[in-house]
């Protein structure tokens, strides 16, 4: 059963999910420092956030363009 709820604002979203948006960043650094400490490879490295970063841009381009734009 799917229950249908009206949501009309993002702080609506924000409270059904309870969404605590320091929390990603707080543990992004936690996770940084733990690397540098251990000398250990992040779970995503700069390679991937450079593809990632690309791959955000292109949509913002597409969408303002109106058009694909090829990687």
Do not use: V, W
Not at 38 to 56: A, H, Q, S, V
């Amino acid at each position: 059963i799917i229950k249908k709820t009206n949501i009309t604002s993002k702080s609506q979203i924000l409270e059904k999910f309870k969404i605590k948006l320091n929390d990603m960043y707080a543990k992004e650094i936690l996770h940084f420092l733990h690397c540098i400490t251990n000398n250990n490879k992040p779970i995503i490295d700069g390679y991937e956030g450079l593809k990632t970063l690309r791959i955000g841009l292109a949509a913002i381009k597409s969408s303002r363009e109106n058009r694909i734009i090829r990687l």
